[in-house]
């Protein structure tokens, strides 16, 4: 039985199935899921996913060389962007980010390699019999919080923070009898 959060929307499924809680190394693919997890707060997923395709395009595919140059014009042409959740702050966390994610690719080599410290460099396999037992955070969560925001970045609560982890790989919270569970360890 399938993660029950993925409820029956395709787009929904196919996310999950296909993407969520599969081990991600790639630095854009990266910086796209933290500024999407960011976006993300206080609303539901479900409405990330479907400005996906927007938030590419508005954010230059997210090149992360390009979203730090962005200036007050493109900022104001991304405010009017319906495709996109036009939040002012959660627009310019994304400017900020940007400048702070080449700063730690500068520092560490790579945000991949970064960012897979927080958990030893290998996904944390938890063992999950049903979604009461996730929880919104944990200590590497914690953790992972704390130091980003010490570089500068915006928008990266242990919430985001762990949702980020499990999106990208980091833990599998897959439940058990998941079929997509079998597919990540």
């Known amino acids: 039985m399938r993660c029950s959060w993925a409820g029956t929307d395709p787009l929904y499924v196919q996310y999950h199935d296909e993407e969520w809680g599969v081990p991600l190394h790639d630095?854009?693919?990266?910086?796209?899921?933290?500024?999407?997890?960011?976006?993300?707060?206080?609303?539901?997923w479900i409405t990330i996913l479907r400005k996906r395709p927007a938030y590419r395009t508005?954010?230059?595919?997210f090149d992360p060389k390009?979203?730090?140059?962005?200036?007050?014009?493109?900022?104001?042409?991304?405010?009017?962007?319906?495709?996109i959740v036009r939040n002012r702050l959660k627009i310019?966390?994304?400017?900020?980010?940007?400048?702070?994610?080449l700063d730690v690719q500068k520092s560490f080599g790579s945000f991949d390699a970064y960012i897979w410290q927080f958990v030893g460099g290998a996904p944390v396999d938890n063992?999950?019999?049903?979604?009461?037992?996730?929880?919104?955070?944990t200590p590497e969560s914690d953790a992972m919080?704390?130091?980003?925001?010490?570089?500068?970045?915006?928008?990266?609560?242990?919430?985001?923070?762990?949702?980020?982890?499990?999106?990208?790989?980091?833990v599998?919270?897959?439940?058990?009898?998941?079929?997509?569970?079998?597919?990540?360890?």
């Open 27 to 44: 630095d854009r693919r990266l910086f796209e899921m933290l500024t999407l997890e960011g976006a993300q707060a206080g609303l539901s």
């Open 127 to 137: 063992r999950r019999k049903t979604m009461k037992d996730v929880p919104a955070s």
């Open 145 to 170: 919080s704390k130091d980003l925001k010490t570089r500068g970045f915006r928008f990266v609560g242990t919430t985001i923070c762990y949702a980020f982890m499990q999106a990208t790989g980091m």
């Open 58 to 61: 508005a954010f230059d595919n």
């Open 92 to 101: 310019d966390s994304t400017i900020t980010n940007a400048r702070a994610f």
């Open 66 to 83: 390009k979203v730090a140059r962005y200036d007050a014009t493109k900022t104001r042409t991304l405010m009017a962007d319906a495709g």
């Open 172 to 185: 599998n919270d897959h439940i058990a009898g998941c079929p997509a569970r079998r597919n990540r360890r």
